[in-house]
């Protein structure tokens, strides 16, 4: 089974502070994804990626930068953390676009 | 564009009742309808995906159809357990644009009361 592993799971700081999450996938996947989730909203795609070096914009990219160094590791950077970023992250991997998409456990967020 | 409804934000169940999920869909497209279950805790995953109108998808249970004519995907189940609790996403893809982009709806959280 897909095994997709989130750190750190929980993180605090403060506003203005430089955050990176970091995400990896162990099964060789060419799509890897960033998702914030909040109340009200759902899922919400932030960034994702086809391969190493590559990137693409999702649905709600403003305040976020993402980098895919290797086909395992995909990383999301807030290098001015707002409170409004406070939220559960999700990434997430799939073979294709079209396939099943394995989600990590999460990494919560919070802005203070 | 494209866009999903779920209006049902929360449903309370007993055990063995009946369930059903509403899920309204937009797209210009030809869609492939998903949903996905996320447990307390962990990451949403995949529970069926139905590619052709009209046609059923099933797992664990759960049982899913899409219709074009009222762009609407149902969720059901015949007997709810408590392990069924959980929140469901419908998730829609559209093919005409190589899966762009998937459109996740709000959320149903479902609670079945033993």
């Known amino acids: 089974e897909a095994a997709v592993t989130q750190s750190p799971r929980n993180k605090v700081t403060v506003t203005g502070g430089n955050v990176t999450l970091s995400c990896r996938q162990t099964?060789?996947?060419?799509?890897m994804y960033w998702y914030r989730q909040d109340t009200g909203h759902g899922l919400r795609l932030i960034h994702y990626?086809?391969?190493?070096?590559?990137?693409q914009i999702g649905d709600v990219p403003d305040g976020y930068k993402a980098t895919r160094t290797t086909q395992e590791d995909f990383f999301l950077l807030l290098e001015l953390a707002s409170p409004s970023q406070t939220s559960l992250y999700f990434c997430?991997?799939?073979?294709?676009?079209?396939?099943?998409?394995?989600f990590g456990k999460g990494t919560r967020l919070t802005v203070v | 564009g494209n866009s999903v409804t779920q209006m049902q934000g929360q449903v309370t169940l007993s055990e063995e009742e009946f369930l059903f999920i509403n899920c309204t869909y937009s797209?210009?497209?030809?869609?492939?309808l998903f949903w996905y279950v996320q447990y307390p805790g962990e990451g949403p995953q995949l529970l069926l995906k139905?590619?052709?109108?009209?046609n059923k998808g099933s797992s664990r249970g759960f049982e899913a159809t899409y219709d074009k004519g009222t762009t609407s995907f149902h969720l059901q189940k015949a007997s709810v357990q408590e392990s069924d609790s959980a929140v469901y996403y419908c998730?829609?893809?559209?093919?005409?644009?190589?899966?762009?982009?998937?459109?996740f709806g709000k959320g149903t959280s479902l609670t079945v009361i033993p």
């Open positions: 997430a991997s799939s073979e294709n676009r079209n396939t099943e998409v394995f």
């Open positions: 099964n060789s996947h060419n799509y």
């Open positions: 990626s086809y391969g190493a070096g590559n990137l």
């Open positions: 797209t210009t497209g030809y869609p492939t």
């Open positions: 139905v590619t052709t109108a009209n």
């Open positions: 998730v829609l893809g559209d093919r005409d644009t190589g899966y762009q982009n998937f459109y």
